[in-house]
């Protein structure tokens, strides 16, 4: 993505031929103060747009650099601060947080946060520098972010430090060719597999708080939220979503479908309101403006699902190993056995290699054949594009056009 260094010699430092060099240096620099250093006599805004994004590499690997500093000197506060007997409190956990008296206040005013935001990084601070120090180092060089190294602090809270190690050294290697999203499940996956016996009453304790919660808005809105367990929501959103693209795309429909100007997140909030006020009558389809639409089969010609992959040594309670529930990702075991145990499920073989690609999809049988389509559905669970997290259901098979 860079150029070599001496392109375009002769312009000047400011100037996008003679900037872009240094860009591209600054890109590859180890250490936020020498990446600063090259980028200080640039004048950015002349990159070429090459140049550019090599300078928007540099300055996040900056943003962790400084971010990995901050967190050792609120570590070394927590460790090292003394309140008004002048001797040293130990660290007290309270609800995952660390309160220490004044230092967590002085923390505040000299940030301009709330106390109890002082005192969750004050134990961010003190979990990453004790039990993740090679996150730590990878966020200074600049390889991770400051939310995934968050993220994996906060989702080992429960676990020993063995099982946090582990963790770790699982999702480390990929990290720094990940989204925060894509981070973000490997950790969760990593922590089922550590440690499932917890998951599952930890799983246990949350589907016991789950609820139905009302929020008024301003502007005579409201927001209406669902807690619940992980394959209830994920069925409930494919309901609704399937409600939302309810509608005939043949010729004889066509016209009402365009005159329908709703997006897709509007159809889906009055398809969720239709449903739950008008269940088994209402059409989803027809919006609050008149238009109306027939209503159309379910995408992929299925009705909506929850789609669950789990290891049969798992389903014969040989090990723990998380299952993947399709539009959330891992759950814990005891999860993926029930919804395998529902009477009304369908189950499927799927063959795999020891790195999880999937080999056969279990039926030996251009619109790709059902069985095609379904194997590559299954096969990439998401869109492919390295970023998109987009479930393979609602994505085209394939691209006529690139």
Known sequence: MSEPDGVGGGASAAGASGGDPAAARAARADGGPRIVSLLADIDLAALSRRGQIDALVALERVKGWAEAQQQQVLASLAREGTPTGGVEE?????????????????????????????????????????RFPQTLDLLAAGRV??????????????????????????VLPRAGGQTFSQFAQAVRRAVLAADPRSAEKRHADAKAERGVRVRPLEDGMAELSAV???????????????????????ADNAADFKADDRSADQRRADALIDLLTCPGSADASEPT???????????????????????????????????????YGPIPAALARAIAADPTGTWRRLVTDPAGRLLDFGRTTYRPPAALADHVRTRDWTCRFPTCNRRAESCELDHALA
């Open 90 to 130: 130990p660290l007290v956990r309270i609800d995952g947080q660390l309160d220490k008296q004044w230092v967590r206040e002085e923390v505040a005013c000299a940030l301009r946060v709330a106390a109890p935001t002082a005192a969750a990084r004050l134990a961010l601070a003190t979990e990453l520098t004790s």
């Open 145 to 170: 972010s400051a939310p995934m190294a968050r993220r994996l602090a906060e989702s080992t809270l429960q676990l020993d430090d063995a099982a946090a190690a582990a963790v770790q050294a699982r």
């Open 228 to 250: 619940h367990s992980a394959d209830a929501i994920t069925a409930a959103y494919a309901a609704i979503n399937d409600a939302a693209q309810a509608g005939s795309t043949s």
């Open 289 to 327: 403006d008149g238009a109306s639409n027939a209503r159309r089969p379910c995408r992929c010609g299925q009705r909506p699902a929850v789609l669950v992959t789990v290891a049969a040594s798992t389903l014969l309670g040989l090990d723990g190993q998380p299952g993947e529930l399709a539009g």
